[in-house]
């Protein structure tokens, strides 16, 4: 793969990423701003969505529609849904739902789909980058919705129903959108929270240091698809 789409919600995700690739061109298209950078024999187009699934769609089709990217990584951060996953963990998606939206009415009309399977190549490279770096890497359901999960009914509810791994705000925007497009895909995911009545705080706390560890992740991850 010789070019490869980066795609975050908050400028939060991507500060570590433009920091360690340095200044490169800027393309501004849509309202949105591409950065070009260069890496390791790859071509880098990382990108700030915004939060929620629209921004993540929308982003994802200007990304595809003006860079032609051999696969798209959609990085940052997410609460944790899973007993077994914990706070700087990675959650790598092996597919992306809406736990939010009925999935009938993704699966009964257009596209007839809504479970987005993820790239099981760029899936096992990152359990491999994770297992040479010895961070916990599990691979699993990610949801998504359009709200910040920091209510532990809320998240009980969710888990029965989806029995997912993490949530966040923006995957399944993004798996929905390259699943039209045939573009291979995978969200990378840092745990910054376990998505119940401590969410908030443990955001707070925790933001900067998760997306750190999955920006440097996906970096490597880069270079080696």
Do not use: W
């Not at 950065?35 to 994802?60: D, F, P, W």
């Not at 951060?77 to 939010?100: F, P, R, T, W």
């Not at 007839?112 to 040479?132: P, S």
């Amino acid at each position: 793969m010789k070019t490869i789409a980066i795609i975050g919600a908050m400028p939060s995700e991507l500060a570590d990423i433009r920091r360690i690739l340095g200044e490169g061109e800027v393309k501004r298209i849509s309202g949105f701003e591409f950065h070009i950078n260069e890496y390791k024999g790859r071509t880098l187009v990382s990108v700030c969505c915004g939060i929620a699934k629209v921004n993540a769609s929308v982003c994802t089709q200007v990304m595809i529609d003006n860079f032609a990217p051999d696969c798209v990584i959609n990085c940052g951060i997410a609460g944790g849904m899973n007993s077994d996953v914990k706070v700087c963990d990675i959650v790598v998606s092996d597919e992306v739902l809406s736990h939010d939206l009925d999935l009938h009415f993704l699966q009964d009309y257009p596209p007839y789909c809504g479970i987005f399977k993820a790239d099981k190549r760029i899936i096992e490279k990152t359990k491999e980058l994770c297992a040479e770096r010895n961070i916990n890497c599990f691979t699993g359901r990610i949801v998504s919705g359009e709200a910040f999960i920091s209510d532990s009914k809320v998240k009980a509810e969710i888990q029965q129903k989806f029995n997912p791994y993490a949530v966040d705000m923006e995957s399944t925007g993004v798996g929905h959108c390259c699943f039209l497009n045939e573009m291979p895909f995978a969200s990378v995911r840092c745990i910054s929270d376990n998505a119940d009545d401590e969410g908030a705080m443990s955001f707070d706390e925790f933001e900067k240091i998760s997306a750190k560890i999955v920006a440097e992740l996906v970096l490597d991850l880069s270079a080696q698809l």
